[in-house]
């Protein structure tokens, strides 16, 4: 049985929650899906999704509950996986270029994010994006998405569109800019648990 926590913050829960139990159906993988909401929950968990939404309100929320230091002590101790998505990524990095309020991130990854990359032009827009090991491109939904700036050491770029970073992986931790829980591909879904099963080996 694999469980999988969802920080229930704010952001896309409910996709996010949908496409795993549509992801379990697929590949006959057990499952069940644990809406975090305590730090108590974090030890109980075998892998973790941190949705988006605002950055600043998520890391505030992380922090004040105590759920960041667990998050940060899983990943230590037991190399959990962890998958960051728009607002999530941003928290999972080491360093953010433009930072105007005080995001505290997790700084799990060795990699530079900045925010809202794209600009108000396009603020929201869908595109294929290449990924690594993914035999054709994913077709992603960005919405008020961060850029990856770059990654360093065991950071690698997962995902790249128009030659910017769009995803990275380092070891079981997984950075996407945009909503892989808003289309109907489930390929990020599966890699996520493919991760999972790997570590509880």
Not at 62 to 85: D, Q, S
Not at 128 to 139: L, R, S
Request: aromatic share 6%; glycine share 6%; hydrophobic share 40%.
């Amino acid at each position: 049985m694999v469980k999988v926590g969802i920080i229930a913050a704010q952001g896309a829960i409910t996709e996010h929650k949908d496409a795993f139990k549509k992801t379990f159906k697929k590949t006959n993988i057990k499952g069940d899906i644990i809406l975090i909401k305590n730090k108590k929950e974090i030890p109980t968990i075998d892998g973790l999704v941190i949705p988006g939404g605002e950055s600043t309100t998520i890391a505030k929320y992380l922090h004040r509950t105590g759920i960041a230091n667990e998050i940060i002590k899983k990943v230590t101790n037991e190399n959990t996986p962890i998958m960051g998505t728009c607002a999530g990524s941003i928290l999972l990095a080491k360093e953010i270029d433009n930072q105007n309020e005080k995001v505290k991130p997790l700084s799990l990854m060795n990699m530079s994010v900045k925010r809202n990359a794209f600009g108000r032009q396009r603020e929201s827009f869908e595109a294929p994006v290449t990924v690594e090991n993914f035999d054709k491109p994913y077709h992603a939904v960005f919405i008020r998405a961060p850029i990856i700036t770059k990654t360093w050491g065991n950071c690698k770029p997962l995902a790249v569109l128009e030659n910017k970073i769009v995803g990275a992986q380092q070891n079981n931790l997984i950075a996407l800019v945009f909503h892989p829980e808003l289309t109907n591909d489930l390929r990020f879904h599966k890699h996520f648990l493919n991760l999972i099963l790997k570590q509880k080996k």
